[in-house]
């Protein structure tokens, strides 16, 4: 079954410190792949989204992507998290263009 | 431009009660989705409107939820005789069309909270 992990249900950090949050995905073939972020009581922004090409992806808020095929895993990193990061970040993937399958999603706590 | 946006913002209701949730989708978007977010599931799928397709109900948990969407703009998602379980947040989404092979991006709204006593 297709299916999106976050091994991670929470992560703090820092401000100022460099941000990895994981997720792998399991799908017949290479899916398009999203992440996005939920700031309490609002909807879910996309923050990047990797289709095919360049596997390094650069999205909104100084956030970056990398897609590595070999450990199917799509993780987000951020050189510098500011206090307005935290949030919720849901990675997401879509094998047919329409219907998203996300994760459980990594709440983000950014210590002062 | 307006963004997609859900109506009402919170609903409680008693067990057993039908209620009903509003999309008003984003202008000129032909594809629309409802997803729920709640404890311990996540964020699933529950049903996709293309156009003037037949809707994909594939990820409707059960036949007490129904969702139409009329003149393919507002969409109203239905759940029948509320259960406890159904409580979570109800999350509305619209793109340009989709297809097998071509992504338009979904922009969510801010959702509906349901909370069923």
């Known amino acids: 079954a297709q299916s999106v992990t976050q091994p991670d249900i929470h992560i703090t950090v820092s401000e100022g410190a460099s941000l990895e949050l994981r997720c792998n995905y399991s799908y017949g073939a290479t899916p398009y792949l999203f992440w996005y972020v939920q700031s309490p009581g609002q909807g879910l922004q996309l923050l990047l989204k990797?289709?095919?090409?360049?596997?390094l992806v650069q999205g909104i808020k100084g956030f970056e992507a990398e897609f590595k095929r070999s450990q199917s895993s799509f993780n987000l990193r951020k050189p510098s998290v500011h206090w307005s990061d935290a949030a919720e970040y849901f990675c997401a993937a879509t094998g047919g263009g329409n219907k998203l399958t996300f994760g459980t999603g990594t709440q983000l706590k950014v210590e002062l | 431009g307006a963004g997609v946006s859900q109506s009402p913002s919170n609903k409680v209701t008693e067990k057993g009660k039908d209620v009903e949730l509003r999309c008003d989708p984003i202008?000129?978007?032909?594809?629309l989705y409802w997803y729920r977010q709640s404890l311990g599931q996540g964020l699933e799928f529950l049903i996709y409107?293309?156009?003037?397709?037949?809707?994909?109900k594939s990820g409707l948990p059960s036949d007490r939820f129904s969702a139409e969407r009329t003149g393919g703009s507002v969409s109203t998602l239905t759940i029948q005789r509320t259960q406890q379980e159904d409580s979570a947040v109800y999350l509305c989404a619209s793109s340009r069309s989709s297809g097998r092979s071509s992504y338009n991006e979904q922009f969510f709204g801010p959702g509906t909270r349901l909370t069923v006593l």
């Open positions: 409107f293309q156009g003037n397709s037949a809707p994909d």
């Open positions: 990797y289709f095919s090409g360049d596997t």
């Open positions: 202008s000129g978007h032909t594809a």
